[in-house]
């Protein structure tokens, strides 16, 4: 069911999932030592590329994100580019809502801009569902992405609960997420209400891509970083511990994420992530530690050059692949990325060389 | 020597370091128990009070920092309405920049901005000094203050050299540091010289703030969170312990705070500081754990009330100011105070309510 781009070869049905057993990225997400370390970047399909901002002239964010050819075509460019070891599904955390009805836009420079921030239970009560035909274009991208990527597996992508929260109650971007704190403390009832309807809407929204066959999902909590562990539990993991349940039964990968979320990591992976993500501010290793801490098995790792070093020297850069590298041997399993998503003003030949490092070394 | 407020009385010359050795802020400092928890609020002086608006009424920012007789009122102000144990100067980390003739404004909404960035070995060469005379309106306003202020300690402030050069390289604000790590990483010497260069700045300013009768400083190293331990230590810490050790003379306290600084808590120690900030990802008697991990005294630490749930209601606060000061005990002394600085849109009479009840604890 295209909705824009009619002229697409679209699979008409919900193709089998591939059998992408060996890929490394899958490999690494289970635990396993692939025949290459893989490697992708978060926000790898955007900016930095010239061909995406060719793509994308004229046409908005948000336009972009339902045109099931061009956001194919997006997704696939990092791959044809880099040789990157995974898709990840062009898309933004506000889609599904935006989708849902919600009045959201993504202004250039600013981020995601809420007409009307979430405060009161007559905002929740009014929140409305997410129902898998609202976003049937992100669907047929996603079978014309199975259909040609080919060995490379696609990972889908969803905001979670607390971040899209916080997009909501806040208005926008936020440095302090002072209104969305303040809620979930004075009015617990209201919080879990509205992070359980944001639950449901990302859980409908992963449920819709993994249908169409992506091979793995990633679960941004961006912003997590900004709570404290015991706020994480109490407010945070029931919801976003819902959203990995709610897919446990197409037995893929399962990744979780937010920046500065050192203090977090235990808390993330008690969510029901088969990886966590972690971020430049601690080494993978050290990771490894708090994760095991309590006697746990070693998990597998996601991560974690700091994109600002990306502008660096190359041996600088080649130095920090290394280490990270060195590192993530820790873990059961190393799927190699950035610590954050790719800034834009980064020289995409400085990714492809990354990645071509990547893969001499050992996995 | 007053430069703009020609009708003050200002003290004509330094007055002795007044003996304010039983306030509880300065005991605490030194690792004692105080006669009562000492509270103060980082930017308790400024935008959160209707008297600091109606008195900066059509004022710039850099205007009023150099007027003796408005920075020392806008600095009482907050200790006359909460009652809290120290007054803290109402400066800017870009102050001394500016003194020294660095192009820089504070733009309200956005913050610092730098007229042409500092990236090169000329910019670095041409980075001017600070001499105490361009900062004598301060030190006027600070004599002022040490007149007015009774047993009240005032607590001086500079920013560290990595904050301040993340302004100049970055151009203004910015939440990735991409070009500061970039150059900090590419070229060390150009990172060094530009930081030690911003060393001497802070230095020189903070021994003005000094001999004009300051009673304890904090040094703000208010991004350092965004950086590995790694490199904290090699690139940051050699310039943050230069400035510390240059006022060890003066033998008041000196406390040092970043935000997001739990990984790097035991390094902003060891550059010399005697209190160590901490921000509320972390409970403090983690953060104790974290700085006696090896063997070290226990030290005594400022925290940690997250800003953003002065927005709550009274009962959450309430239980989170009894479980900090609780937490707070682990350490050698405890001076309570945010995890950063009191958001514009906080409720004065929140932050009174605060300061009371913190008195009623046990130190």
């Known amino acids: 069911m295209p909705t824009t781009a009619s002229s697409s070869r679209i699979p008409s049905r919900t193709p089998a999932r591939r059998d992408l057993a060996q890929a490394p990225l899958l490999v690494a997400a289970r635990g396993g030592r692939p025949s290459r370390l893989p490697v992708w970047f978060m926000r790898q ?12 002239e004229g046409v908005p964010m948000l336009k972009s994100c339902f045109d099931p050819e061009m956001l194919a075509e997006i997704t696939v460019q990092p791959v044809r580019r880099h040789g ?54 992100v ?18 992508f969803a905001g979670a609960p607390f971040t899209l929260a916080s997009y909501l109650i806040e208005g926008g971007p936020s440095r302090t997420y002072e209104h969305t704190k303040a809620l979930m403390h004075s009015d617990p009832e209201l ?7 944001l639950a449901d809407l990302a859980l409908a929204f992963l449920r819709v891509q993994l249908d169409a066959g992506a091979d793995a999902v990633q679960l941004f909590d961006s912003w997590a970083g900004a709570l404290t562990l015991r706020e994480y539990r109490e407010f945070v993991l029931p919801h976003s511990a819902k959203v990995f349940a709610g897919i446990e039964d197409y037995g893929v990968p399962r990744i979780h994420f937010g920046v500065g979320t050192g203090e977090l ?11 966590v993500g972690v971020d430049w501010r601690i080494p993978l290793d050290e990771a490894v530690r708090r994760l095991t801490a309590a006697g746990e098995p070693a998990p597998a790792v996601q991560g974690n050059l700091d994109p600002a070093l990306l502008g660096a020297s190359w041996p600088v850069i080649e130095a920090e692949v290394r280490r990270i590298a060195a590192e993530g041997r820790a873990a059961a399993g190393h799927i190699f990325n950035l610590g954050h998503g790719v800034l834009p003003g980064t020289d995409p030949a400085v990714l492809t060389r990354v990645v071509d490092l990547v893969h001499e070394l050992e996995p």
């Not at 669907?139 to 889908?156: C, F, K, N, S």
């Not at 919080?191 to 309807?197: D, E, I, M, S, T």
């Open 139 to 156: 669907a047929d991208g996603v079978r014309l992405l199975v259909d040609r990527l080919g060995e490379t597996p696609l990972i889908g």
């Open 45 to 56: 399909a955007g900016r930095s590329l010239p061909e995406y901002r060719a793509l994308r």
């Open 191 to 197: 919080w879990h209400a509205l992070a359980g309807k």
């Open 84 to 137: 990157v070891d995974g898709a990840v599904l062009y898309s933004d955390i506000v889609v599904p809502l935006y989708a849902a009805g919600v009045d959201i836009d993504i202004v250039p420079g600013t981020g995601p801009v809420v007409a009307s921030p979430v405060r009161t239970a007559q905002d929740v009560a009014a929140l409305p569902s997410l129902h898998p035909e609202q976003v049937s274009a």
């Open 265 to 275: 990591l235990t808390a993330l992976r008690d969510a029901g992530a088969d990886v």
